[in-house]
C-alpha cells in the first residue's frame, strides 16, 4: 500500500526540488518581462531622441536657408535640441553638431546633428551602463529644381491655365499644369515639337484636363517625348520664399554712362525702364515696370561701383512703395518690335540662374508680341502671380524656364533650352539623412 501511495503521490524528498524548479522558472519569465519592458523604453527613448536630432538638423538648415553662418546654424541645432529636452551634458547627454564628413554631405550647406545618452531603464537600471543609444540626423539647404520648362502655377484656374494656341514649341523640360480644371491646359491645333534629354524623357503634365490638340508621344530618339500625362498631383511652386533683394547701398535712378550714357548700372528705378543697356547686379523696378529695346553691355564699366559690365542681372519688379507695402506696379509690356535681347542671370550668389522675378504683390502681366518680335535671353522667368502671354514674333529662351501664374504662348515659335546649370536652383532646407 506505501509502495502505491507513493507511485501516485511522489517521494516527498521531491516535492522541494519541484518548487524551486517552479520559482527558477518564474524568475526567469520575470527576467524575459522585463527585459521586454526595457527594451520598450529603449526603443521608445531612441525614438524620442531620433525626432529631437532629425528638428535640431532641421532648424540649423533652415537658418542656412534663410542666409545664416555655419555657426548661427549650428547655434540653433543646439538650442532646438535643448527646447525638446537634450542638453549637452545634462542627464548623461552628448550633443555633437558639425559639418558632416561624408559625401554627398560633407559641405557647408549640410549641419549634421548627433545624439548620445545612457537610458536608464525601469525594472533593470544596471542596463543603463550598457544601453547608450545614439541616433543622427543629416540636414541641408540645397538646390532643388524640378525639370520642368514651363510650369503654369495656379491651381484654381477654371480654364486655359496653359495655353499652347497654334504655337511652335521646341523645348527641353516638360510641361506642369497645376489647375484642376477639366480644360486646364489647352493646344488649339498647334504644331508642337518638345525635345527631352535621353536621361530624361519629359510630359506634358496636367493636374486638370486637356482640351484642343496635343502633340502625341515621340518617344525615344532624337525627341523622347512621353506625351500628355492628365490627372497628376499638383507641385508647389519650386520659389515660394525666396528672398527679395534689398534696397541697402542701392542708389536711385542712378545715372547712364557708357555710349550715348545708354547703359544702367544696378539700382532703383522708378520709371518705365525702357531703351537702355544692363551692366550688372540687380535691378529693382519701382512700379514702372519694363519696356521693349532692352539689351546687355559688355564693356563699360560702372562709375559707381568699379565693376566691368559683364550683362549678367537679376531683374526685380515690384511695387511702386517698395520695400514697404501697398503701392502700385506695372508689369512688363512690349509690343512692336522692340526686343529684348541677351540678358543673362547671374551665375552665383542667392540669385543664381534667376533672370526676371516679380514680387507676389505686383499681379500685373508680363505681355510681348508682334510679327518679328525677339526675345533672346537666358535664366529662369519668375511670375508667381501674374500671367506670361505672348502674342506672336520668335522669342527665344535660352537654359531657362517659364514659372508664371499662367502661361499663353498663342501663335509665337518659342524654343526653350532648359538646362538645370542655367536656370534657377531653387535651395530649400531638407532632411538628408
Known amino acids: 500500500m506505501k509502495t502505491l501511495r507513493g507511485f501516485f503521490r511522489g ?7 519541484a518548487i524551486i524548479l517552479i520559482a527558477i522558472t518564474l524568475l526567469g519569465m520575470l527576467m524575459m518581462v522585463g527585459l521586454a519592458i526595457d527594451a520598450g523604453q529603449v526603443y521608445s527613448a531612441r525614438r524620442a531622441m531620433q525626432e529631437a536630432a532629425d528638428a535640431a538638423a532641421y532648424a540649423g538648415s533652415v537658418t542656412l536657408y534663410e542666409g545664416g553662418s555655419q555657426a548661427q546654424a549650428f547655434a540653433a541645432a543646439t538650442a532646438d535640441a535643448t527646447t525638446n529636452g537634450f542638453t549637452d551634458g545634462v542627464a548623461g547627454t552628448t550633443i555633437t553638431v558639425q559639418q558632416p564628413t561624408t559625401a554627398p554631405y560633407n559641405t557647408s550647406a549640410f549641419i549634421e546633428v548627433t545624439i548620445a545618452r545612457n537610458v536608464t531603464t ?9 544601453t547608450k543609444v545614439t541616433v543622427h540626423a543629416i540636414s541641408g539647404a540645397e538646390s532643388l529644381n524640378n525639370q520642368y520648362g ?15 494656341g497654334t504655337a511652335n514649341i521646341t523645348m527641353s523640360g516638360g510641361i506642369m499644369v497645376n489647375s484642376s480644371a477639366s480644360t486646364a491646359a489647352n493646344g ?22 486637356t482640351s484642343g490638340t496635343f502633340p502625341g508621344a515621340q518617344p525615344g530618339a532624337p525627341h523622347y517625348y512621353n506625351g500628355v500625362r492628365t490627372g497628376q498631383p499638383a507641385i508647389a511652386d519650386p520659389f515660394a520664399g525666396y528672398p527679395k533683394p ?3 547701398g542701392l542708389s536711385t535712378n542712378p545715372a547712364g554712362f557708357g555710349p550715348g550714357g545708354n ?7 522708378t520709371g518705365t525702364l525702357s531703351g537702355k543697356k544692363l551692366c550688372h547686379g540687380i535691378y529693382i523696378l519701382k512700379g514702372g515696370g519694363m519696356g521693349g529695346d532692352i539689351g546687355r553691355d559688355t564693356t563699360s564699366t560702372d562709375p559707381a561701383t568699379g565693376q566691368v559690365c559683364d550683362g549678367r542681372t537679376m531683374i526685380f519688379n515690384t511695387m511702386s512703395n517698395y520695400p514697404a507695402s501697398g503701392g502700385t506696379c506695372t508689369g512688363v509690356s512690349v509690343t512692336g518690335n522692340h526686343e529684348i535681347d541677351g540678358l543673362t542671370p547671374p551665375n552665383s550668389g542667392t540669385y543664381n540662374g534667376l533672370l526676371f522675378y516679380q514680387d507676389p504683390a505686383c499681379t500685373a502681366a508680363m505681355s510681348f508680341g508682334s510679327s518679328a518680335f525677339e526675345f533672346q535671353v ?11 502671354t505672348i502674342s506672336g514674333g520668335h522669342p527665344e529662351i535660352q537654359g531657362g524656364q517659364i514659372v508664371a501664374k499662367t502661361v499663353n504662348l498663342n501663335a509665337a515659335d518659342v524654343t526653350i533650352n532648359f538646362s538645370a546649370t542655367t536656370s534657377a536652383q531653387p535651395v530649400l532646407p531638407r532632411l538628408a539623412k
Do not use: K, M
Request: hydrophobic share 35%; net charge negative; charged share 10%.
Open 122 to 130: 525601469s525594472l533593470v537600471p544596471a542596463e543603463a551602463a550598457i
Open 263 to 269: 547703359t544702367l548700372g544696378q539700382g532703383v528705378y
Open 378 to 388: 537666358s535664366g529662369t522667368i519668375y511670375l508667381p502671380t501674374a500671367a506670361f
Open 246 to 248: 534689398s534696397t541697402t
Open 150 to 164: 514651363i510650369i503654369a502655377l495656379d491651381t484654381s484656374a477654371t480654364n486655359h491655365a496653359f495655353d499652347g
Open 11 to 17: 517521494d516527498r524528498s521531491e516535492g522541494g526540488q
Open 188 to 209: 488649339s491645333g498647334g504644331t508642337w515639337s518638345i525635345n527631352c534629354a535621353s536621361t530624361a524623357p519629359c510630359n506634358v503634365d496636367v493636374v486638370g484636363g
